[in-house]
């Protein structure tokens, strides 16, 4: 039992020694640039999905003053409205993510503490991108 | 002969003159006439594409704690929205112009509201 947890314990110190461990900057140099390239493929994703959207929440507001009802126009106009709202969102979160990847990729050139300070930095950078666009919306 | 000939080089060159002038002149007036109302006019899709903006724009002030309360005119042409009517404060007035411009298709805000205080 003693020799079990002895070897749990060599194990987890040997995978948090593996985590901490800084990359070459070549390595991040690539990483970076794929977390880049990964980011504004994902931003260009959703700004094309928010205008899709858009268009076809547009579209049946204009069907529904082609039919004259008042009250389908209201109702197709406020859905529009959150439709643009949900796309924006949407778009400035893939934004912050994608400033997240590329945060965390260039935190692999530190080592040990600072790295994961580096690393939670990132992440409250990310929260907090995310609550603003909620905010926002 | 000669002469003759010279006479209908001449009637052509005339008559061929006069066309060309004739097509210059209807060209350009038919594209000074096109002018002066195109600014003024709107094809189909902008009028659908502006009642689609007039509507959002009202749904957004109706929408609103700050704004329902008033009623609000609502014009747009071309993208750019007029806001007209009375309202009682210059923070519902900012806020009626912020909600109008954040509508997707709208380009401009004209904002004509006015502030009457309530009497009494």
Do not use: W
């Not at chain 1, 949900?86 to 935190?107: D, S, T």
């Amino acid at each position: 039992m003693h020799l079990k947890a002895l070897c749990a314990l060599v194990a987890a110190a040997f995978a948090l020694t593996a985590c901490n461990k800084s990359e070459t900057p070549a390595e991040v140099q690539h990483d970076v640039a794929s977390a880049q390239a990964e980011a504004q493929r994902d931003v260009a994703d959703a700004t094309a999905d928010a205008k899709e959207a858009n268009a076809d929440a547009d579209k049946n507001v204009a069907d529904a003053i082609a039919d004259n009802d008042a009250d389908d126009v209201t109702e197709q106009a406020r859905d529009a409205n959150e439709t643009a709202d949900k796309g924006n969102e949407r778009i400035k979160v893939a934004k912050a993510e994608a400033a997240h990847k590329v945060a965390v990729q260039k935190c692999e050139a530190l080592t040990g503490a600072p790295q994961e300070e580096c690393k939670d930095d990132a992440e409250k950078t990310l929260d907090q991108a995310k609550e603003a666009a909620k905010v926002n919306r | 002969m000669m002469p003759n000939l010279t006479r209908t080089l001449l009637v052509a060159a005339a008559l061929g003159s006069t066309a060309l002038a004739g097509c210059v002149s209807t060209h350009d007036s038919q594209s000074s006439s096109r002018e002066s109302p195109a600014a003024s006019q709107q094809t189909a899709g902008e009028v659908v594409e502006d009642g689609v903006v007039t509507a959002k724009v009202k749904a957004r002030l109706v929408d609103d704690p700050v704004t329902k309360a008033y009623q609000i005119n609502v014009e747009t042409f071309k993208g750019t929205v007029q806001l007209s009517g009375f309202v009682d404060s210059a923070e519902a007035r900012a806020r009626a112009q912020q909600l109008a411009s954040n509508v997707g298709g709208v380009k401009d805000v004209k904002n004509s509201l006015e502030v009457r205080k309530p009497e009494g």
